[in-house]
Nanobody, 122 residues
Framework: QVQVAESGGGLVQPGESLRLSCTAS????????MGWYRQAPGKERELVAS???????NYVDFVKGRFFISRDNTKKTIYLQMNSLKPEDTATYYC????????????????WGQGTQVIVSS
C-alpha cells in the first residue's frame, strides 16, 4: 500500500480556488496511477480525478473544466487544482494510488491517508 500525505485544504468562498498536494512514498512512484477522492459528510468516498503513469487524466462530470490533476514524479507528488469552487465541493479530499491502474472501487484500497478538508462557504 502506498503511504500518502495530503495538504492544501482550507476554508474558501464560492468561486475561489485551492491547490491540493499529495506526496506519496513508493520508490516506483512514476509507475503508479494516482487519484484524488473525496468524501462529504454522510456520503461515500468517490473518485474525483485520476492520472495515469503516462499522464492521461480523467475527471468525473461534476468537476470537469474546474479541477485539474497533475503529477511531478521527481517530487513523488500529485496536485489537484480546484477552480470555481462550489459549496457542494465541501468534503475531505484524499489521494491514493496503485501500480498501473486504480481499482474499480475506493473500498478496494486497504489504507488511506488522513486527507485534507475543503470547506466552501460564504
Amino acid at each position: 500500500q502506498v503511504q500518502v500525505a495530503e495538504s492544501g485544504g482550507g476554508l474558501v468562498q464560492p468561486g475561489e480556488s485551492l491547490r491540493l498536494s499529495c506526496t506519496a512514498s513508493p520508490v516506483t512512484f512514476s509507475l503508479y496511477a494516482m487519484g484524488w477522492y473525496r468524501q462529504a459528510p454522510g456520503k461515500e468516498r468517490e473518485l474525483v480525478a485520476s492520472i495515469t503513469r503516462d499522464r492521461m487524466t480523467n475527471y468525473v462530470d461534476f468537476v470537469k473544466g474546474r479541477f485539474f490533476i497533475s503529477r511531478d514524479n521527481t517530487k513523488k507528488t500529485i496536485y489537484l487544482q480546484m477552480n470555481s469552487l462550489k459549496p457542494e465541493d465541501t468534503a475531505t479530499y484524499y489521494c491514493n494510488g496503485r501500480p498501473l491502474s486504480l481499482p474499480n472501487s475506493p473500498t478496494d484500497f486497504g489504507s488511506w491517508g488522513q486527507g485534507t478538508q475543503v470547506i466552501v462557504s460564504s
